[in-house]
């Protein structure tokens, strides 16, 4: 009985595994049919066959609708430009998608309706199948004979700016959204790092929004553009920051300041590496000293402090080399500072957080409602919809929100001036007027986690300045009249953490790159190069370091691993100890091929 029993199981299974065979085969042969079937369609695109089959009226091509879907991106043979399709072949041309016949077609086209007079189609001028001079419409596009690309022409870049900002909305600058968690700087449109989309806003909701435009790149290139933009900022002609004959220029000057230190100087201060040994000392919080000594007076920086433009020469912390950049930015950070401290809104809203943070809310009323100075505050504000209460409440509900809170109320008026800087640095102002420049530093003045954001359940938000202080803030960014581009000011954002003593990845809510104001346990001195070496070196990590997004609890916050030079130029995502290994490597392997007085010094003796 029990073999009959085996016997059946056993024939059972044949039975299943011979019926699912024969499913398998019918499946494959389906497929292969298919394939088949798409290879001869393929041919016949290539012959012409199918080429009859879209009729032209008037010049143009149908609609969609009366054409097949494999006629939507053209013809293998030859591609239409974009301003002979219609909006529905232009919409469907935008869309990111592609398949077997059509490989990265995706957004050659985009349809920006009620933008331009005629047809609205136009070519995404850096997509890879418009680098062709017939598809390189002029329309919208030039045409570089000499390199054979295709670029945007910076005459439509208005047009760009308004159907790149209506798609994506305004984007918030804020160094931590409202739940506590950090925005992604390159994900505004698509997450895909080559995302076809992306590259027809390119540089229009975000400045240098490419994480990859460094990729393939040395590190002494990337050293040597990001030093010429804070030694002769040229917003107006960027590819000069590449350029052979301006850089042996600059690097002339800098010889003519660090050849008579020689290899082994006695100098007043030098870069080093600090680590502070934290979660029992099994993990390390990296600080990168561009100086061994920090301002500790003022709690600035030796180069916000320098007075420009300085005696010709070397100073000791390594400043005036980089003036026409480090200048500018020092005079809007103290055109900042002051409107901060004189501003009634700011000061009521230190008090406010003071007590939120050591009472709960009906003690808190109490205490508020007991001090002479917020009386003082709250009747200089003419503002009847002040209420103690909801603004406990919205403070402690910023504190606990996300995992490190969304607001910290230990920002000097410095460090608050800083955070305003770091936003609009990010920004583009291509394709913009002076209004829309205007608005746009309005948003980052406003976006501050020294206030908490407006939330959805708040009655009455209670604003974070006074809307004097933020015309006058506005003013300091000197906004030429006509807008459209970048200033030198706005230029020159970008070397602000160059200036700085101490640089840090912090935790959130602060984010890269800010400032520290303690001294720490040294790990690495490099006490034979100037700190203008070590300013250097961060010239080459500022861009893509001030863009990175702090890792979330995992395996990427305990990434310490040694960083490749290539992930030290497009890194997205860092912690302090990435920052760190990459400074490390640019100072002891890269700045000595700039000048040889940056590098470490020879050995001497037998081992030379």
């Not at 990168?288 to 433009?309: I, M, N, Q």
Request: charged share 25%; proline share 6%; hydrophobic share 35%.
């Amino acid at each position: 009985m029990q073999a009959s029993r085996s016997f059946l199981v056993l024939c059972t299974f044949c039975l299943l595994g011979i019926t699912q065979t024969a499913r398998i085969s019918r499946t494959v042969k389906a497929a292969e049919t298919v394939a088949a079937q798409n290879r001869r369609v393929a041919l016949k695109f290539s012959k012409g066959v199918y080429k009859k089959r879209i009729r032209i009226t008037d010049g143009k091509r149908q609609s969609a609708s009366q054409t097949q879907d494999w006629h939507v991106y053209g013809t293998l043979s030859g591609k239409s430009q974009c301003s002979e399709k219609d909006q529905a072949l232009c919409s469907r041309s935008w869309k990111e998608e592609s398949n077997w016949l059509y490989k990265n077609a995706a957004a050659r086209c985009s349809w920006v309706p009620d933008l331009l007079p005629g047809n609205a189609c136009v070519p995404n001028c850096l997509h890879a199948n418009n680098q062709d001079e017939r598809l390189c419409e002029s329309s919208f596009c030039l045409w570089k004979a000499d390199s054979k690309k295709c670029i945007f022409n910076p005459g439509k870049a208005k047009v760009r700016r308004a159907f790149c900002d209506r798609i994506a909305g305004k984007t918030d600058r804020r160094l931590v959204k409202a739940n506590g968690f950090q925005p992604d700087f390159y994900a505004k449109i698509k997450d895909a790092r080559k995302s076809a989309q992306r590259l027809f806003c390119r540089d229009m909701l975000g400045d240098d929004d490419d994480q990859l435009v460094a990729d393939g790149h040395t590190p002494e290139e990337e050293i040597l553009a990001g030093m010429m933009r804070c030694w002769r900022p040229n917003p107006a002609d960027r590819a000069s920051y590449r350029d052979k004959d301006l850089q042996a220029t600059m690097k002339a000057e800098i010889g003519t300041l660090l050849t008579p230190l020689g290899h082994s100087p006695k100098l007043e201060m030098h870069p080093k590496v600090m680590a502070t040994p934290i979660l029992g000392g099994y993990f390390e919080h990296i600080t990168v000293g561009l100086t061994d000594k920090r301002v500790a007076d003022t709690w600035t920086s030796h180069c916000h402090e320098f007075s420009y433009p300085g005696a010709p020469g070397l100073d000791k912390a390594g400043c005036h080399f980089f003036r026409k950049s480090f200048a500018p930015v020092q005079g809007l950070v103290n055109c900042l500072r002051p409107k901060f401290e004189n501003d009634v809104y700011a000061k009521l809203w230190q008090l406010v957080s003071e007590v939120a943070e050591r009472e709960n809310t009906t003690e808190g009323v109490l205490t508020l409602a007991a001090d002479a100075s917020v009386k003082d505050l709250t009747a200089a504000t003419n503002n009847p919809n002040i209420s103690f209460s909801n603004m406990l409440d919205q403070w402690k509900f910023c504190k606990k929100s996300g995992r490190y809170g969304a607001c910290d109320r230990w920002l000097s008026s410095w460090l608050r001036a800083l955070e305003i800087v770091k936003q609009v640095e990010n920004d583009s102002w291509e394709g913009l007027d002076a209004a829309g420049i205007r608005e746009l530093l309005r948003m980052r003045i406003l976006g501050t986690i020294a206030v908490p954001p407006v939330y959805d359940w708040d009655p009455v938000h209670i604003p974070a300045l006074q809307e004097s202080t933020i015309e006058a803030m506005t003013q300091c960014f000197n906004v030429p009249p006509s807008g459209g581009s970048h200033t030198v000011l706005k230029e020159s954002l970008r070397c602000m953490p160059m200036m700085w003593d101490y640089v840090q990845i912090p935790g959130l809510p602060m984010t890269a790159l800010w400032p520290r104001h303690r001294d720490e346990p040294s790990e690495k001195e490099f006490p034979t190069a100037h700190p203008l070496c070590a300013r250097m070196a961060l010239a080459g990590l500022v861009r893509q370091y001030t863009r990175t997004k702090y890792p979330e609890v995992g395996w990427k916050l305990l990434r310490l691993g040694t960083m490749s030079d290539n992930t030290c130029l497009t890194v997205t995502g860092a912690q302090c100890v990435n920052f760190g290994d990459c400074f490390q490597n640019f100072m002891e392997k890269q700045v000595g091929k700039i000048h040889e007085f940056c590098g470490p010094p020879p050995v001497a003796g037998w081992f030379r």
